[in-house]
């Protein structure tokens, strides 16, 4: 069957650094995704990478080990307005997204 | 403003009743999605439409139809609505001929039914 699991909630501080982690069983791999959700609102778009390595994108970057099934988000210098949840997704061998349920993200002050 | 909309925002439907839920691009994306939202779980894929013309089923398609008369609309329908249908649906579409595999999300329609 096809997985992705990550953890159901984290919590950091305000300036500081947190890592995301998702890993990955599915049917071919074309892409995987990170989208931030804020509550009530639509997923929106952070990163895409296909080739393993490090993309990096402002405060943001995203890493991919297709070897190992494993992806992280790393938000930097975290601010409170990064309260949100945090969804991985994998591109199969169809083109369809399969979504992990997120992780929601708690910034304390 | 380019995007996707969605209506209702909301809903209460009783059981039984026949609801469309409506979604509309206008970024010229020829694939278009529905997804259903629950607590817990990922975005499930309901339904998908490739181009104008064709669909086809998702993760969790019982229940629903879909129809893709033109690039721009992509109504779902639920026949006979159910309680276990209550969750939050999202639109979205993406421009996946031209090789952007970014799907765009509508605000959602939080739908419940009694």
């Known amino acids: 069957g096809q997985n992705i699991d990550q953890p159901t909630e984290m919590t950091a501080t305000e300036g500081a650094i947190v890592q995301i982690n998702c890993t990955y069983q599915t049917s071919g791999f074309n892409g995987l995704f990170w989208y931030q959700q804020h509550a009530g609102e639509a997923p929106t778009f952070l990163s895409y990478n296909v080739l393993d390595g490090l993309e990096e994108k402002g405060r943001f970057s995203s890493f991919l080990s297709r070897s190992k099934g494993y992806s992280y988000l790393l938000l930097k210098e975290l601010q409170m307005k990064d309260s949100a949840s945090y969804l991985c997704?994998?591109?199969?061998?169809?083109?369809?997204?399969?979504w992990g349920a997120g992780t929601k993200l708690i910034i304390k002050p | 403003i380019a995007g996707i909309t969605q209506a209702p925002t909301s809903q209460i439907l009783a059981a039984g009743r026949r609801m469309t839920l409506r979604c509309t691009q206008d970024m010229r994306h020829n694939a278009m999605y529905w997804y259903r939202q629950d607590l817990g779980l990922g975005l499930r894929l309901i339904h998908y439409s490739n181009t104008a013309g064709t669909t086809g089923k998702g993760e969790v398609p019982d229940g629903y139809s879909v129809s893709r008369a033109n690039t721009d609309d992509f109504p779902l329908t639920l026949a006979s609505a159910v309680p276990s249908q209550t969750s939050v649906y999202f639109c979205?579409?993406?421009?996946?001929?031209?090789?952007?595999?970014?799907?765009?999300f509508g605000p959602g329609t939080r739908l419940t039914v009694l």
């Open positions: 997704a994998v591109m199969d061998s169809n083109y369809q997204l399969i």
């Open positions: 979205a579409s993406s421009d996946s001929l031209a090789g952007g595999h970014e799907q765009f």
